[in-house]
């Protein structure tokens, strides 16, 4: 069974801290990794992705990537009350299509 | 550019009933996934398409879901029958041939009765 496994929260962290969340996933050979915010109510918005290990930054949000650990993070700087929402992880685990697999998401709270 | 496009976006129905849910997806966008969303989990692939074929079901109930992505651009999903359990977000969403990222349409919730 292949899995993303994430902390289902929530994670609470005071305005303009940098925010932390995590995903391990169970498939070594895993190509490609996601991280979707999805509000309450809402659809999940895709925020990041990469590809290869290391740090991918974009403005706030930087995905770190560690496959020889199989392990993925998304850090959020500078944390607003509107970051508030369910972060999901999915993963495509080595197919030569583009399925993706999600995590269950972690709820992050961003208290003013 | 146009995002996803689902319709209705609530549906209510009784168990036993039937119901189709329609989604067109980006304009271009080959891929077409149908997902299922239960409250407080990620959603699960029910079903993708690559252009009119299907290229994964294996988590899709056949006896009673089916699809159908017709000249390659919309596609429908029913359940026939629905039961309590089916109660669910139901999201579709898109992507190009050549990138993995994919774009989801605003949802249909359905609730059965």
């Known amino acids: 069974q292949k899995e993303v496994e994430q902390n289902s929260g929530p994670l609470s962290v005071p305005e303009g801290a940098i925010a932390s969340l995590n995903c391990t996933y169970s498939?070594?050979?895993?190509?490609?990794f996601f991280w979707y915010r999805q509000y309450s109510g809402k659809s999940p918005e895709l925020i990041m992705f990469?590809?290869?290990?290391g740090d991918k930054e974009d403005g706030r949000f930087t995905a770190q990537l560690n496959k020889a650990s199989q392990y993925v993070s998304l850090l959020i700087r500078d944390s607003q009350p509107s970051d508030s929402a369910t972060y999901l992880c999915?993963?495509?685990?080595?197919?030569?299509?583009?399925?993706?697999?999600f995590g269950k998401g972690t709820m992050l709270l961003v208290s003013p | 550019e146009a995002g996803v496009a689902q319709s209705p976006r609530y549906k209510i129905i009784e168990k036993r009933q039937s119901v189709a849910f329609w989604c067109n997806p980006i304009?271009?966008?080959?891929?077409l996934y149908w997902y299922q969303q239960i409250l407080g989990q990620g959603p699960k692939l029910l079903i993708q398409?690559?252009?009119?074929?299907?290229?994964?079901d294996s988590q899709l109930p056949k006896d009673r879901f089916s699809a159908e992505r017709l000249k390659g651009v919309d596609s429908t999903l029913k359940i026939q029958p629905a039961k309590l359990e089916d109660s669910a977000v139901y999201l579709c969403?898109?992507?190009?041939?050549?990138?993995?990222?994919?774009?989801f349409g605003p949802g249909t919730r359905l609730t059965v009765t």
């Open positions: 999915a993963v495509n685990m080595n197919s030569g299509y583009s399925t993706l697999t």
């Open positions: 498939d070594r050979g895993s190509q490609s």
């Open positions: 969403a898109s992507s190009s041939s050549s990138l993995h990222e994919q774009y």
């Open positions: 304009s271009g966008h080959a891929t």
């Open positions: 990469i590809y290869s290990n």
């Open positions: 398409f690559q252009n009119n074929g299907v290229v994964d």
